[in-house]
C-alpha cells in the first residue's frame, strides 16, 4: 500500500497507484520458458549456480504472480549474474548491498515479489552485517546464499566457510580461519525462516524455494553449489546420489528424524545432544526418534549445530518457519495508525509548524 | 522610576552555560519571540560533542546565540552585545565574543570555589577588574527565584530547575518582548503536569519583575520590526527545511518519499524529523549503516520513489561505491550531506565546507553528478525540491550539500503556498512498445524509468556497464566510451536548465565576491558594509556547482580579481581555476566556526589597498592565523 497526499484532493494516492491499479499479465498462464530471457548463461559449464536457475525458471509460474510484480536482486560474485537470467525485473547490485538493496525495494514496495540470490562471500563476508541485520528485521523476501565455500569469481580465494586447513590460492598452507555455519548465524540473528538444500536435488530445491516463498517474512536458504573450478566435490559426501542418504538427514515438520539408504538410522535427544542411533538393532525404534518441529527454535540451533558434526549427519530441509509480521506491513500498520489517529497529513499545516507568526 | 529606551537597529544574544543548564532552550525561544515581535532572526547552536560533560568545565559549555534586527539579518552576527552566563566556565570561554561596552548577566551561583577552578580561575572575575569593559549584572538566581515564589506554593525542586527561564526573562525585560509566545510554549511542552507550568510560567515572569524592580537595570532597547514581505513566516533550521522541502518534492512529483539513513551528526535532525512524517505517508528505514542507508534508497527509487539519503562527511565517504551505482544504473537519488570538519570523525559539532571536492569526484571511474549547494536555512527547502526536479528529470542521483551551521540555524522562512509551487514530472516510460531501459530523451539524455509492475518492461540493471539503449551488459570498448561520455555529457548538460549567476553591484570592475553555500550572509554583508563605506564591489553567490552556471565564466571575465571566501582551503577556487583561465583569491578559514562578516571585511580591506595584483599572498587568505605562522 503506498500513501501520498496530493494537495488539491487531499487523498495519498500516488503515481504508484495507479500502476498497481492497471490490469495485469496472465496470471497462472506463464511456463518456465517465460521466464528465460534471451541471453546466453555465462557460468562455466557443471556450475552448481546452473541447477538452482532452472527450479527457479520452474517455480515461478507455479506462484499465480504476475511477472512484473517478480524482482530478483543479487549483489557481487558468480551468483550476481542470475537476475540477468530471469525473465523478471532485475537489479545486479555491489558488492555485499543486495539484501539493503532488497530490503528498500521492498518497504517501498510491499506489493512485490522480492527474491535475494547471492553467495558465502557476497553474503556472509562483506554483506555480513547486512545479513544480521536483514535477518531480524524480517522484510519480507527470499535469500537465495550459493555457498560453494569458496570465492569464485576472484578466481579461488578461501571464504568465510571455508573448512580450517583449505588450501586456496590465497592459504597455499592451508586457511587458519573456523568458518561460517550460516543457517546457525541465520539463527542466531533471528531469521524467521532458515532452510539448507543443495544442488544435486532440483525437484527437493524447488520445493524449498516454494516454501521460502510462502513463508512470509525473512526467508533464508543456503544452498551447497559446487563451484567445478575451484573447489570442485567440495560437497560430494552430501550431495552425491550414493552417499547423501547416509551423511544428511531431510528435515520434515512433525516427522521423526529418520536418514540412511534404507532408512536404518536415527537421530536421538541425550539431553541437549543429538545422537544418531540404530533402528535395526531393536534397542531404538521410530518411537523413540526426535520429531522435527520448525516452529520450535532451540530445536533448530540444536539442528544447526549438527553441520560440522562429522559424528553426525548434515542436516537440509527447513530447520526453522516462525510466523512474525514482517517488516513492511508494521510501517504500513503505522502509517494507518497515525492516519487514523490524526487524519491524512494536511501539507500546509505541516509548513506552518507549531508556531507561525504573520507580517 | 523611570527607564530609559533606547532604539537599536540589531542585536546579538548569546546564551551560554553547562551543557545541561537548558541553554540551547531559552535560545531558542529567544529566537522565536523575536521572531514573533517581527524582527528578523539568525540563531547559531553552539555545542559539544559530549551530551552532558561534567559540570562546570570549559569543554562542557553549550552556547546559543541569536541575531536579531530590523535590517536584514543574514548571519549570527560578528560580536556579542548581550552574553547571559550561567557559571564561571562560560563567561570564560565566550567573554572573547562580547564587545566592548556588552552587556554581561551572569548567575553569581555559577561562581563558587569549585567553578572558579575549574574555569582556571585564580581570582574571581566578577570582583577584579577584569570585566572593567562591560556593564556585568551579577545576580543570585538561585536566591532570587525563592524570592518570587515566595507566595506561590510549588516544590522549591522545580523552581530551582527554572533558572534558565528565570534569565529568560530577564533578557525579555531587556528587550522589552511579550512573554505570551513563551508562556504558550510552556503550556503546549508540559501539558498535562499544573505543578511544571506553574514554576515555568512564574518564573519567566519572576526575570521579569526582577528587572523592572531592580534600579540597576535602568535601559530598555528596543528593535523594531523589519520590513519583511507580507506573509506568513516560522523560524526554520536548514535540517527542518531540507525535510519539508522532501515531502514536498514527493507531493509535486506524486511519487511516495522513501528515506534511507543511518543517524550522523549534524545531519540526523532531518532523519528526526521524516521520521514524524507517517501521517504524510512517508517511508523511512534507520538502516544498519551508512551503506545500508544509501542501498536502501537505490532500492526504494528502483522501485519508484522519490528516494534520499540523509548524512555527513563520514557516511559520505562510506556512500560513495553505492553513489556510483546510482549514477551506473540512472536513478534518480538525492543525498543531503550536511558537512562537518574533517578529515575523519574531525570535528563532529563544528561546521566546514571541506567535502566539495568529495562531492565533485570522490568515487572511482567517470562518476558525475550534480552538485547543488544551499545558501542559508530557509534555502535548504528551495535548493531541496531543486535537487528532486534535477533528480526526477535527468535520472540521476544529485548531492546537495549543506552544513552543520545552517543546518542547525534557525532564520525566518517565508512560508510558501504549496499550490503555487510547480510539479515535478519524473521521467517515466510511457508504454511497453519499443521499450527499452537505456532510451534517452535526446533532449535531457534521461533514460526512461520503469518501475516493477509495469507490465511488458521487465529488464535487469545493474553496476556493469551496459549498452546503450538496450542496457544489456556489454564489455565493447566503443561502447564503454560512448556511456562515459553520455553520462558526462547528461550531468553538463543541466547547465542549460538552472539560473544564470547573478551579480549583485556593477557587471564589470575591479573586485568580485563570489561565494557558495553557507558563507552567503557573510559575504552579502561584508559587501554591503564596505560598499556603505564608498567602495565597489561586486557580489556573486553560486548554490549550483556541477555543473556551474553557464555565464560563469563570462562574468569572472569581467573582473580584475575575483576572491572566494570558503571554510576550506580553496576547494571552490581550485575547481573554478581548473575550468577557467582566472586566477582566484582565496579567503580560508577552518575553525569550525562560520566566518564572521568582520573578518571577510578585513581582508578584503586589505585587497583594496593592493594595486598590485600580484601581491596577494597566499598567506594572508587565512582568517586569523598570523602572516608569520
Redesign the interface.
Known sequence: M???????ENN?????DE??E?P??GEGNYTSKDFK?D?DVRWCAGCGAISVLSPAQRLMPELGI??????F??GIGCS?RF??YM????????HG?A???????????P??SVWVVTGDGDNMSIGG??FI?ACRRNVDMNVLMFNNEVYSLTKGQYSPTSHRGQITKSSPLGALDDPFNPVALALGASATFVARGHDKDRQQLQQLLLQAYQHKGFSFVEIYTNCRIFNDGAFDLYTNSDTREDHTIFLEHGKPLVFGKTKNKGIILDGYTPRVVNLEQGEHSVDDLLIHNEKDSTLAFILANMTYNEDLPRPMGVLQNLDRTPYEDR?VE??QH??EA????N??S?????????? | MNKIVEHLDEVTVRFAGDSGDGMQLIGTQFSDTSGFAGNEVNTFPDYPSEIRAPEGTLYGVSAFQVHFGSKHIHTSGDFVDVLVAMNAASLKVNLAFVREGGIIIVNTEGFDERNLKLAGYSTNPLQDTSLAKYLVFAIDMGKELKKAFIEVEIPSKLVQRTRNIFALGITYWLFNRPLEATVSWINKKFKGKEDVIMANAHSLQGGWNFAEKNPDFRKQFIVDKSALPPGKYRSITGNQAAALGLVVAATKAHLPLFLGSYPITPATDILHAISGYKQYGVKHLQAEDEIAGITSAIGAAFGGSLAVTTTSGPGLSLKSEAIGLAIMTELPLIIVDVQRAGPSTGLPTKTEQSDLMQAMYGRHGEAPMPVLAAASSADCFNMTLEAARIALKYMTPVMLLTDGYIGQASEPWRIPNVEMLPDIAPNFAPDPSGFKPYLRNPETLARLWAIPGMQGMEHRIGGLEKEDGSGVVSTDPMNHQKMVELRQKKVDGIANDIPDLEVIGDSRGDLLLLSWGSTYGAAKIAVENLNAKGHKISFAHLRYLNPFPKNLGEILHQFERVVIPELNLGQLKNLIQAKYPKRIIGINKVQGKPFKSVELEEKLSVLLTMTNLQTWDESVSNVGIPVDL
Not at chain 1, 495519498?12 to 504508484?16: C, G, H, N, V, Y
Not at chain 1, 539484501?99 to 514496495?109: D, F, N, Q
Open positions: 503506498a500513501y501520498r497526499l496530493t494537495s488539491k495519498m494516492k500516488t503515481i504508484i500502476i498497481l492497471k495485469h499479465s530471457p541471453v504476475p511477472k512484473e510484480k517478480i524482482v536482486i543479487s550476481g537476475p540477468y525473465d523478471t525485473y532485475g537489479f545486479h547490485g555491489i548491498r539484501l539493503p538493496i532488497a530490503s528498500g525495494l521492498k518497504i517501498a514496495r506489493d512485490l552485517n547486512h541485520h510501517v503505522q502509517i497515525e492516519v490524526k487524519g491524512i497529513g501539507l500546509e505541516l509548513l506552518l509548524g507549531s508556531s507561525y507568526w504573520e507580517i
